[in-house]
T-cell receptor, first 110, second 115 residues
C-alpha cells in the first residue's frame, strides 16, 4: 500500500519568498506524480505533474522528482498571497488509483 | 472544459441515518471515479475507486456495506453513507479521470454534518 508523507504540515512565508514543499513516497510503484492545490472552500485542482526523474518548471513553480530516493518536491519562486492554499502531492499507483498526502497548508503574508 | 459537479453541497443528517451524494462529470468521459473523504484529522482519505469494466475497489477501513457506490455510466456516480455517525463527518470529494495517468478532476465536495 503506497503511503505518502508530506512536510511541513504548515508553512508561513512572507510575500516574495522562495517556498519549498516536500513529499516522500513509501515505494517506487507510482508512475505519475502530481501536485494539487486546494484554495479554501474550493475543489482541489492539479497544479503540475511529472512522469520521470528530473525537474519541470512552469512560471514560478518548479517540481523535482527523484524516484531513487522516493522524493518529490514543489518550489515556488516569489511567493504571492494568492498562493496561499493547501498543497497536496499525489502519486498514481496503478494507472487509475491516486493516493494523496495529508497536505501542506501554505500561508503567504502580504 | 472538464467539470465535475457534486450535490448536495452540504447536508446534515441525524446519527444513524443515511444520506446519498452524487457526482456528475461534464465535458469528458469519466473512465474512473474515486471517492475521497477530507477531514481535519486524516485530511485526504481514499474511500474507493470505480473503474469502467472493473469491480469497485474499497480501501482499508472502508466497505461496500457502509459506503455503497454506483457508477452506471461514464458521467455519473453516486455514493451513500449508511448509518452515519460522528466519525463520518467531513468533506466528501469525487475525483474523475478521463483515462489512465490523466489529471483527476474534482468536484467541490459534499460536506456531511452528523448530529
Amino acid at each position: 500500500q503506497q503511503n505518502v508523507q508530506q512536510s511541513p504540515e504548515s508553512l508561513i512565508v512572507p510575500e516574495g519568498a522562495r517556498t519549498s514543499l516536500n513529499c516522500t513516497f513509501s515505494d517506487s510503484a507510482s508512475q505519475y506524480f502530481w501536485w494539487y492545490r486546494q484554495h479554501s472552500g474550493k475543489a482541489p485542482k492539479a497544479l503540475m505533474s511529472i512522469f520521470s526523474n528530473g525537474e519541470k518548471e512552469e512560471g514560478r513553480f518548479t517540481i523535482h522528482l527523484n524516484k531513487a530516493s522516493l522524493h518529490f518536491s514543489l518550489h515556488i519562486r516569489d511567493s504571492q498571497p494568492s498562493d496561499s492554499a493547501l498543497y497536496l502531492c499525489a502519486g498514481d499507483t496503478n494507472a487509475y488509483k491516486v493516493i494523496f498526502g495529508k497536505g501542506t497548508h501554505l500561508h503567504v503574508l502580504p | 472544459g472538464a467539470l465535475v459537479y457534486q450535490y448536495p453541497r452540504r447536508t446534515i443528517c441525524k446519527s444513524g441515518t443515511s444520506m446519498r451524494m452524487e457526482c456528475q462529470a461534464v465535458g469528458f468521459q469519466a473512465t474512473s471515479v474515486a471517492w475521497y473523504r477530507q477531514s481535519p484529522q486524516k485530511t485526504f482519505e481514499l474511500i474507493a475507486l470505480s473503474t469502467v469494466n472493473s469491480a469497485i475497489k474499497y480501501e482499508q477501513n472502508f466497505t461496500q456495506e457502509k459506503f455503497p457506490i454506483s457508477h452506471p455510466n461514464l458521467s455519473f456516480s453516486s455514493m451513500t453513507v449508511l448509518n452515519a455517525y460522528l466519525e463520518d463527518r467531513g468533506l466528501y470529494l469525487c475525483g474523475a479521470r478521463p483515462g489512465a495517468g490523466a489529471e483527476q478532476f474534482f468536484g467541490p465536495g459534499t460536506r456531511l454534518t452528523v448530529l
